[in-house]
């Protein structure tokens, strides 16, 4: 079969995909087709078709793309014309379109199927000329101002402020392009000594990035990749934060992602743009270990891979280790800030954590067998000649760099340090006088003790090693060994039963820990040490006591915690979810611990001490302290289970409710909306459960202000999980009740993302509480015709509402009633479907009877609401004694019954309203004097 012959049987194919709605293989067979294809015609037939494709599955971009190349093989084509015209309009390229569609009007000047698109692209791009216009002048005026230097400097700052705001707008950033400013800005940061100038140039290139990939490939080209690197390259964090966000917007755009934490990328848009994102992140790697870039610059390049090459996002780990990145890493890795060699790089107090994250995070992505044996070879390879060389430089960066392993990829780390020979010379040079090599022996040791297996090998190798360099006159080793004498203490964990030193020993650890974490002097490194120390100390419940009592301990370490350095994360974190009581419990059943027992197993024990009420005093202590802002400061790592231990304690302290409000007031809802979104399923439980319990006693008005109103729904619903708890589905129903009740806004929000089903497998629950808290968010939520339209529908959702209205639950029933009384007044259809529910007349009983006055006017105000709907329903409830029910509650003569008695009033005025009862007299009751039955129905005694 020729290859011409085989294309058209594909093509064929791809018709009859296309035809039955399988687009996504209909654009699998167009491609193969035009691979085959060799002759002009056909190639541009099957491009075309493609776009059509791609039209309806919402590519419209790659849509453009297949029309353009179909154009260029034959020139003229109305049917590319015009399919590239609709896709243009949906990129809201209106101008392109416009000219499309006038250029297939030229071709078929009596083509009806065109007037509709020009009768609605000529408006727009008539009112887009005259705003081009208006944006041309302005965007002309700011540039004059901005890049002229003799300009007085506020004047200039505000045009080039205002430049950012227009290059927002996606009219205002075409014109910048057009309009050349962007090769000015590439001259101006040549020269720019103000660096609120300088820094705004940057935005707007990330700006005019933000909008399309045409506006970021001219950029690209334009500026060229060194520039970016240029710019990220500096010693002023805000500078390098503004340029890493720029390069991050542009893998966004380029791939389709957002800035958003649970974005996802386009995989057609990552494929079309597979050389520039390769480009991009090979560059950021080739420049991990580049000499002459600053520390920050090198925190925010590895922090941007970290970002982008895990399997959820842009999926580059394993091409990361192909070219030399983890080398590149692990060279990182083993420098040192405070002991410089001939090779050193500029690094920060951060730069090792994050290359140790980041080291973790590609052998995540690691997910087969021979993946992993490349990334543990490229590993040996940075190892081999370091191992061989006498140089005792080589020895203390093959040992830090063995270290960083161990805190990030763990497994690899035990692997290496496993292998015969590394142990006994990370001890060899704990027990050397080089102060330098120590300080490294110590470190590893510390990161060596991870498992209880690897404690008691060190314990019994290296505990007198420590105990003698603790002793050591200089205070970096001093603190280094006593760090690793705590975590050789705390290899027991919280089992209260297990005590590795002598009786008493933590809590003399714990005061050494203090003593350097207070020394006089502002040495971070000490600190940073004492409070790593405190954090496997503090799995003792006495010494969790000692340090909250501690004023100016806690100080300090809520300090460290607000500068943000990585490097004390895990101390400072790990030290306030101990105190918290906030890591994993392994839930034992009671038959388990008979049967252990029985079996003569170890059996832990929990400690006095960590009893809820001396921990939720320590939660209130620490909550006081002002923890939260420490939480936040420390919140920017890109570590996965630094940010679950984050959300841990923030859930904790939310736990108490008095804290709540000060962990808004602190910045902890941004945090934690962000944390709910990605990370571990763990990590974002607690903190979606704590955003939950601030939405519960703080109005969501004050506690999620503008868009994070939103934002925070996602995470409430998802904890509307079966294997979420009872109680996390109940204070997440709260939430989303509170939330429903803000505005409209919120309420779409929960229908767009599948709330409403959520929600309705709660009102089915036998556990009273769940089923009470879901009635009362359909409540709220019935107060969008969205809901009503949901309740319209062909289901039973009215039918159970009605069933709920008769609950023995007081606040079920008054939730359920109320959210039937909302629907009813909205919709007919909702009328007529009470009565779907076989019990609707004994629901709508108990509700008229009901001794609660709350219950019973919602009651009266669905049968009002039924009454005026139409004719029937009303003649439906007449029917039967509700009749009598509503003469008997008009003549209540409680005072507190004035409303209900109105609203009786108001429903029998409906009922006479059809003619379905008459009024005998001029009083607002009916006239039954003359003996004639009052059931009246079109004018007509009603013999029953």
Request: glycine content about 4%; proline content about 2%; charged content about 25%.
């Given at each position: 079969?020729?290859?011409?012959?085989?294309?058209?049987?594909?093509?064929?194919?791809?018709?009859?995909?296309?035809?039955?709605?399988?687009?996504?293989?209909?654009?699998?067979?167009?491609?193969?087709?035009?691979?085959?294809?060799?002759?002009?015609?056909?190639?541009?037939?099957?491009?075309?078709?493609?776009?059509?494709?791609?039209?309806?599955?919402?590519?419209?971009?790659?849509?453009?793309?297949?029309?353009?190349?179909?154009?260029?093989?034959?020139?003229?084509?109305?049917?590319?014309?015009?399919?590239?015209?609709?896709?243009?309009?949906?990129?809201?390229?209106?101008?392109?379109?416009?000219?499309?569609?006038?250029?297939?009007l030229k071709l078929e000047p009596t083509n009806k199927v065109l007037q509709p698109t020009l009768e609605r692209l000529y408006p727009i791009v008539q009112q887009r000329a005259k705003?081009?216009?208006?944006?041309?002048?302005?965007?002309?005026?700011?540039?004059?101002?901005?890049?002229?230097?003799?300009?007085?400097?506020?004047?200039?700052?505000?045009?080039?402020?205002?430049?950012?705001?227009?290059?927002?707008?996606?009219?205002?950033?075409?014109?910048?392009?057009?309009?050349?400013?962007?090769?000015?800005?590439?001259?101006?940061?040549?020269?720019?000594?103000?660096?609120?100038?300088?820094?705004?140039?940057?935005?707007?290139?990330?700006?005019?990035?933000?909008?399309?990939?045409?506006?970021?490939?001219?950029?690209?080209?334009?500026?060229?990749?060194?520039?970016?690197?240029?710019?990220?390259?500096?010693?002023?964090?805000?500078?390098?934060?503004?340029?890493?966000?720029?390069?991050?917007?542009?893998?966004?755009?380029?791939?389709?992602?957002?800035?958003?934490?649970?974005?996802?990328?386009?995989?057609?848009?990552?494929?079309?743009?597979?050389?520039?994102?390769?480009?991009?992140?090979?560059?950021?790697?080739?420049?991990?270990?580049?000499?002459?870039?600053?520390?920050?610059?090198?925190?925010?390049?590895?922090?941007?891979?970290?970002?982008?090459?895990?399997?959820?996002?842009?999926?580059?780990?394993?091409?990361?280790?192909?070219?030399?990145?983890?080398?590149?890493?692990?060279?990182?890795?083993?420098?040192?800030?405070?002991?410089?060699?001939?090779?050193?790089?500029?690094?920060?107090?951060?730069?090792?954590?994050?290359?140790?994250?980041?080291?973790?995070?590609?052998?995540?992505?690691?997910?087969?067998?021979?993946?992993?044996?490349?990334?543990?070879?490229?590993?040996?390879?940075?190892?081999?000649?370091?191992?061989?060389?006498?140089?005792?430089?080589?020895?203390?960066?093959?040992?830090?760099?063995?270290?960083?392993?161990?805190?990030?990829?763990?497994?690899?780390?035990?692997?290496?340090?496993?292998?015969?020979?590394?142990?006994?010379?990370?001890?060899?040079?704990?027990?050397?006088?080089?102060?330098?090599?120590?300080?490294?022996?110590?470190?590893?040791?510390?990161?060596?003790?991870?498992?209880?297996?690897?404690?008691?090998?060190?314990?019994?190798?290296?505990?007198?090693?420590?105990?003698?360099?603790?002793?050591?006159?200089?205070?970096?080793?001093?603190?280094?060994?006593?760090?690793?004498?705590?975590?050789?203490?705390?290899?027991?964990?919280?089992?209260?039963?297990?005590?590795?030193?002598?009786?008493?020993?933590?809590?003399?650890?714990?005061?050494?820990?203090?003593?350097?974490?207070?020394?006089?002097?502002?040495?971070?490194?000490?600190?940073?040490?004492?409070?790593?120390?405190?954090?496997?100390?503090?799995?003792?419940?006495?010494?969790?006591?000692?340090?909250?009592?501690?004023?100016?301990?806690?100080?300090?370490?809520?300090?460290?915690?607000?500068?943000?350095?990585?490097?004390?994360?895990?101390?400072?974190?790990?030290?306030?979810?101990?105190?918290?009581?906030?890591?994993?419990?392994?839930?034992?059943?009671?038959?388990?611990?008979?049967?252990?027992?029985?079996?003569?197993?170890?059996?832990?024990?929990?400690?006095?001490?960590?009893?809820?009420?001396?921990?939720?005093?320590?939660?209130?202590?620490?909550?006081?302290?002002?923890?939260?802002?420490?939480?936040?400061?420390?919140?920017?790592?890109?570590?996965?289970?630094?940010?679950?231990?984050?959300?841990?304690?923030?859930?904790?302290?939310?736990?108490?409710?008095?804290?709540?409000?000060?962990?808004?007031?602190?910045?902890?809802?941004?945090?934690?909306?962000?944390?709910?979104?990605?990370?571990?399923?763990?990590?974002?439980?607690?903190?979606?459960?704590?955003?939950?319990?601030?939405?519960?006693?703080?109005?969501?008005?004050?506690?999620?202000?503008?868009?994070?109103?939103?934002?925070?729904?996602?995470?409430?619903?998802?904890?509307?999980?079966?294997?979420?708890?009872?109680?996390?589905?109940?204070?997440?129903?709260?939430?989303?009740?509170?939330?429903?009740?803000?505005?409209?806004?919120?309420?779409?929000?929960?229908?767009?993302?599948?709330?409403?089903?959520?929600?309705?497998?709660?009102?089915?629950?036998?556990?009273?509480?769940?089923?009470?808290?879901?009635?009362?968010?359909?409540?709220?939520?019935?107060?969008?015709?969205?809901?009503?339209?949901?309740?319209?529908?062909?289901?039973?959702?009215?039918?159970?509402?009605?069933?709920?209205?008769?609950?023995?639950?007081?606040?079920?029933?008054?939730?359920?009633?109320?959210?039937?009384?909302?629907?009813?007044?909205?919709?007919?259809?909702?009328?007529?479907?009470?009565?779907?529910?076989?019990?609707?007349?004994?629901?709508?009983?108990?509700?008229?009877?009901?001794?609660?006055?709350?219950?019973?006017?919602?009651?009266?105000?669905?049968?009002?609401?039924?009454?005026?709907?139409?004719?029937?329903?009303?003649?439906?409830?007449?029917?039967?004694?509700?009749?009598?029910?509503?003469?008997?509650?008009?003549?209540?003569?409680?005072?507190?019954?004035?409303?209900?008695?109105?609203?009786?009033?108001?429903?029998?005025?409906?009922?006479?309203?059809?003619?379905?009862?008459?009024?005998?007299?001029?009083?607002?009751?009916?006239?039954?004097?003359?003996?004639?039955?009052?059931?009246?129905?079109?004018?007509?005694?009603?013999?029953?």
């Open positions: 079969m020729s290859a011409s012959i085989e294309a058209s049987e594909l093509k064929e194919k791809g018709n009859e995909a296309f035809k039955n709605g399988d687009y996504e293989n209909a654009i699998a067979l167009y491609t193969s087709a035009i691979k085959l294809s060799s002759e002009d015609g056909d190639k541009a037939v099957y491009l075309k078709n493609r776009a059509a494709a791609h039209l309806k599955r919402g590519g419209y971009q790659q849509a453009v793309n297949d029309c353009s190349k179909s154009l260029e093989l034959t020139p003229a084509d109305p049917k590319a014309l015009f399919r590239r015209s609709q896709a243009y309009e949906n990129l809201e390229r209106y101008e392109e379109a416009y000219v499309d569609a006038r250029e297939v705003e081009n216009a208006q944006i041309s002048t302005k965007i002309d005026s700011m540039t004059k101002l901005t890049f002229d230097p003799t300009t007085d400097r506020e004047k200039r700052e505000t045009a080039m402020n205002n430049l950012l705001v227009l290059a927002r707008e996606k009219i205002g950033s075409e014109i910048i392009l057009k309009t050349g400013v962007l090769h000015k800005i590439k001259q101006l940061v040549k020269v720019e000594k103000n660096r609120v100038i300088f820094i705004c140039a940057i935005r707007i290139v990330g700006e005019l990035c933000k909008h399309s990939v045409e506006n970021t490939k001219v950029v690209l080209k334009d500026l060229g990749l060194p520039w970016f690197l240029e710019m990220i390259d500096s010693e002023d964090s805000n500078q390098v934060n503004v340029a890493e966000h720029c390069m991050q917007t542009i893998l966004n755009t380029l791939s389709g992602m957002e800035n958003k934490a649970d974005t996802k990328p386009n995989k057609e848009l990552c494929e079309t743009h597979k050389f520039q994102i390769d480009t991009l992140l090979s560059c950021l790697v080739y420049s991990i270990n580049n000499h002459t870039i600053s520390g920050l610059a090198r925190d925010a390049i590895i922090e941007l891979l970290i970002r982008n090459i895990h399997y959820t996002t842009l999926s580059w780990a394993e091409r990361l280790v192909e070219i030399g990145g983890v080398q590149r890493l692990m060279e990182c890795a083993s420098e040192l800030e405070e002991y410089k060699f001939e090779s050193s790089l500029s690094i920060t107090s951060s730069t090792r954590t994050i290359a140790a994250v980041c080291l973790g995070r590609v052998f995540e992505n690691m997910y087969y067998d021979k993946a992993k044996e490349a990334f543990l070879e490229k590993i040996q390879e940075f190892m081999a000649p370091k191992l061989l060389s006498p140089d005792i430089e080589a020895k203390v960066r093959l040992t830090a760099a063995i270290t960083a392993l161990l805190r990030g990829p763990l497994d690899v780390g035990n692997t290496i340090i496993s292998k015969e020979g590394i142990l006994e010379m990370i001890l060899a040079m704990a027990n050397s006088e080089d102060v330098v090599q120590q300080r490294v022996a110590c470190e590893c040791i510390i990161a060596a003790a991870s498992k209880h297996d690897k404690a008691k090998a060190i314990i019994s190798q290296g505990a007198n090693i420590l105990k003698k360099l603790y002793k050591s006159p200089e205070p970096g080793i001093s603190i280094r060994a006593l760090v690793g004498l705590c975590k050789l203490a705390s290899c027991g964990g919280s089992d209260a039963s297990i005590k590795p030193f002598q009786e008493g020993s933590a809590l003399k650890l714990a005061e050494a820990c203090r003593r350097f974490l207070l020394r006089p002097g502002n040495d971070n490194d000490l600190r940073k040490w004492s409070a790593e120390g405190l954090s496997y100390l503090t799995l003792d419940a006495e010494v969790k006591e000692k340090l909250v009592e501690d004023k100016a301990a806690l100080q300090v370490l809520i300090d460290l915690g607000k500068s943000g350095d990585q490097s004390v994360l895990y101390g400072v974190v790990t030290t306030l979810v101990n105190l918290c009581n906030a890591y994993e419990k392994q839930e034992v059943l009671p038959e388990m611990l008979q049967l252990a027992e029985f079996a003569k197993q170890h059996i832990p024990q929990e400690h006095e001490l960590d009893d809820p009420d001396f921990v939720t005093k320590r939660i209130i202590i620490l909550g006081n302290a002002s923890v939260a802002s420490a939480l936040v400061g420390l919140s920017k790592t890109e570590s996965q289970n630094a940010k679950e231990l984050i959300s841990r304690v923030f859930n904790a302290l939310c736990s108490v409710p008095e804290l709540r409000g000060s962990v808004v007031q602190q910045g902890g809802v941004k945090v934690l909306i962000s944390q709910a979104l990605t990370g571990t399923d763990k990590g974002k439980r607690h903190a979606a459960q704590a955003l939950s319990r601030i939405g519960i006693t703080i109005n969501p008005e004050v506690a999620f202000p503008g868009q994070r109103s939103l934002e925070v729904i996602r995470p409430l619903l998802n904890l509307l999980h079966q294997d979420c708890t009872a109680l996390e589905n109940f204070e997440a129903l709260l939430a989303l009740c509170n939330i429903a009740q803000m505005n409209e806004s919120a309420r779409q929000r929960i229908i767009k993302e599948g709330g409403i089903a959520k929600i309705d497998h709660y009102l089915f629950e036998d556990h009273l509480m769940l089923q009470r808290a879901a009635a009362q968010v359909i409540t709220n939520l019935s107060m969008s015709p969205d809901v009503v339209k949901i309740y319209e529908g062909e289901n039973d959702r009215m039918k159970y509402l009605v069933i709920l209205c008769a609950d023995e639950d007081l606040e079920t029933s008054l939730a359920a009633s109320g959210a039937v009384a909302i629907l009813t007044s909205s919709s007919e259809k909702c009328c007529a479907k009470v009565f779907d529910s076989t019990s609707w007349l004994e629901s709508l009983q108990v509700l008229l009877a009901n001794p609660n006055s709350n219950l019973q006017y919602r009651g009266l105000a669905i049968v009002k609401n039924m009454m005026e709907s139409s004719k029937d329903v009303a003649a439906k409830l007449i029917e039967t004694n509700v009749l009598e029910i509503l003469m008997a509650l008009t003549k209540a003569e409680d005072d507190n019954k004035v409303k209900v008695r109105q609203a009786a009033d108001d429903a029998l005025k409906s009922a006479e309203k059809w003619g379905v009862i008459q009024k005998r007299d001029d009083s607002n009751r009916l006239d039954t004097s003359q003996g004639i039955d009052p059931f009246v129905q079109d004018g007509e005694v009603n013999e029953d």
